[in-house]
């Protein structure tokens, strides 16, 4: 089974950018994560889908920062306007979780490195 | 995360070696997960503890968590050079909303092999 799907792998671009982040989920899995990654602050959250619908956007970072499920099994990552302090790993993962039923783990994308120059 | 403490932060063993790294929480845990990230890549799942005092092991590798669901434990017996990277816990602390459930991980041991 393919796992979950990252695209691009890497992005550079100038400050002010668009950027655009995509995710595919495995097959069947109904939560959705978006993590960033840096030496700083380690992995972090931003947010998480359930069905998709967002439950908790606390972490992104601020407005630049969008996230959408426009269906079950894809999910996209915006920032617009870029910044240089934006650059980091970019992660999701997904699982399958039903109310009530044993909790499963998160699998995770190979990442996006993002480097805004 | 500074709410889950890892140690050590590095590891450096010659090959064949047993060792251990710590996930340690100030909070009780709902679960426990263990993942391996390799350099460039994403995080692997490797095990999911949930029960205090409960330990499980795949080839080389055993994480224990402790009755009081504070701490767990990753011991790595006969280390292998493939055994490098960092290795990372993420702690479920039962929050959740619908059925999805929110991971804050460790920052990390990252462990190096010498063969």
């Known amino acids: 089974d393919a796992g979950v799907i990252q695209s691009p792998r890497h992005e550079v671009t100038e400050m002010g950018q668009e950027v655009t982040l995509r995710c595919k989920l495995i097959s069947g899995h109904n939560s959705l994560f978006w993590y960033r990654q840096t030496m700083m602050r380690g992995l972090e959250l931003l947010i998480y889908?359930?069905?998709?619908?967002?439950?908790?956007d606390s972490g992104m970072p601020e407005d630049r920062f969008s996230a959408k499920m426009p269906n079950a099994s894809f999910s996209t990552l915006k920032i617009q306007p870029s910044e240089p302090r934006d650059s980091a790993v970019y992660f999701c993962a997904s699982s399958f979780n039903i109310q009530g039923a044993r909790y499963q783990p998160q699998h995770f994308g190979d990442g996006t490195r993002l480097s805004i120059l | 995360s500074q709410e889950l403490e890892q140690s050590p932060q590095s590891l450096i063993v010659q090959e064949g070696k047993n060792l251990t790294i710590n996930c340690t929480s100030s909070k009780t845990l709902y679960g426990l997960y263990w993942y391996k990230q390799k350099y460039g890549e994403g995080l692997i799942f490797l095990m999911m503890?949930?029960?205090?005092?409960e330990e499980k092991s795949h080839e080389k590798i055993t994480a224990k968590l402790d009755e009081k669901k504070q701490q767990s434990s990753l011991h790595i017996t006969a280390s292998h050079p493939s055994h490098a990277g960092t290795y990372l816990c993420?702690?479920?602390?039962?929050?959740?909303?619908?059925?999805?459930?929110?991971?804050?991980f460790g920052s990390g041991t990252q462990l190096t092999v010498l063969p």
């Open positions: 993420g702690a479920d602390r039962g929050r959740s909303s619908g059925s999805a459930r929110q991971l804050t």
């Open positions: 503890l949930q029960k205090g005092g």
């Open positions: 889908f359930n069905n998709n619908v967002p439950i908790d």
